[in-house]
C-alpha cells in the first residue's frame, strides 16, 4: 500500500515554462487536495476535488489548474511558471467523511522558478 | 469561518522536559481539530485528531492534546520531550464552506529540543 505518491520529489523551471506535478493514491479515497507550503505561512489550499470528474478552487488557485478523470490520480498543472510559484508542494487525502478522519499526505514537491 | 491560531513560530525546551504548543480555533460549530508534525524534507503526518468522542486525544508518539470549549483551544502536549521530537507542527481545522469541507493549517511550530 504506497499511499499518496507524488513526482518529481525535485523540479527546476525557467520563468513562463509549464508543467505537471503528478499525484497517485492507491487508498480509494474520494478527496484529494493540492496544498503549497511556505515559510511561515502553513499551507495554503490550491484545488480540491471530492470526486473523480469534479473539482473545485481553494484559497491560492491562481496560475494553477487540475482535472480528476480517475479517483487515483489529480494532477497539478502550472500554465505559466512565475518565480512566486517556488514553493513545496503537497498532495493529501481523504475518505468520504470529507477529511474528518485526517488526510494522507504526499511527501512533496519542491519546485524552483528561476 | 473556521481557522485556527498558532502562538509561538518557534519553541525550545531541553530533552526531558514539558512540551506545550498551543492552538486556538475559530469555530460557530463543533469543529474538527488536527495536529500535524512535518519533520524536515518530509510530507506531514498525522499526531491526533478531535472529532468530538472525547476532550482529551491521545495521538501517536505520546504527544495527547486537550479540546477546551471555553477557551477555544487544543494545546498540544507531551510530558517528556525527546531529540526525535524535534519537527515543525502544525494545528489545521476542517473549515466548512458551503457544501465543501477543506482543511486549513495554522502557520506552524517549530520546536527544537535541547540536549
Known amino acids: 500500500n504506497a499511499g499518496v505518491t507524488q513526482t518529481p520529489k525535485f523540479q527546476v523551471l525557467k520563468t513562463g515554462q509549464s508543467m505537471t506535478l503528478q499525484c497517485a493514491q492507491d487508498?480509494?479515497?474520494?478527496?484529494m487536495s493540492w496544498y503549497r507550503q511556505d515559510p511561515g505561512m502553513g499551507l495554503r489550499l490550491i484545488h480540491y476535488?471530492?470526486?473523480?470528474?469534479?473539482?473545485d478552487q481553494g484559497e491560492v488557485p491562481n496560475g494553477y489548474n487540475v482535472s480528476r478523470s480517475t479517483t487515483e490520480d489529480f494532477p497539478l498543472r502550472l500554465l505559466s511558471a512565475a518565480p512566486s510559484q517556488t514553493s513545496v508542494y503537497f498532495c493529501?487525502?481523504?475518505?468520504?467523511?470529507?477529511?474528518?478522519?485526517?488526510?494522507?499526505f504526499g511527501s512533496g514537491t519542491r519546485l524552483t522558478v528561476v | 469561518a473556521q481557522s485556527v491560531t498558532q502562538l509561538g513560530s518557534h519553541v525550545s525546551v531541553s530533552e526531558g522536559a514539558l512540551v506545550l504548543l498551543r492552538c486556538n480555533y475559530s469555530?460557530?460549530?463543533?469543529?474538527?481539530l488536527f495536529w500535524y508534525v512535518q519533520y524536515p524534507n518530509q510530507g506531514l503526518q498525522l499526531l491526533l485528531k478531535?472529532?468530538?468522542?472525547?476532550?482529551l486525544v491521545k495521538g501517536i508518539n505520546g504527544f495527547e492534546a486537550e479540546f477546551k470549549k471555553s477557551e477555544t483551544s487544543f494545546h498540544l502536549t507531551k510530558p517528556s520531550a525527546h531529540m526525535s521530537d524535534a519537527a515543525e507542527y502544525f494545528c489545521?481545522?476542517?473549515?466548512?464552506?458551503?457544501?465543501?469541507?477543506?482543511?486549513?493549517f495554522g502557520s506552524g511550530t517549530q520546536l527544537t529540543v535541547l540536549p
Open positions: 493529501a487525502s481523504s475518505y468520504q467523511d470529507r477529511g474528518r478522519g485526517g488526510y494522507t
Open positions: 487508498m480509494n479515497h474520494e478527496y
Open positions: 476535488s471530492v470526486g473523480a470528474g469534479i473539482t
Open positions: 469555530s460557530s460549530v463543533p469543529p474538527y
Open positions: 478531535y472529532t468530538s468522542a472525547a476532550t
Open positions: 489545521a481545522v476542517i473549515r466548512i464552506s458551503g457544501s465543501a469541507r477543506q482543511l486549513t
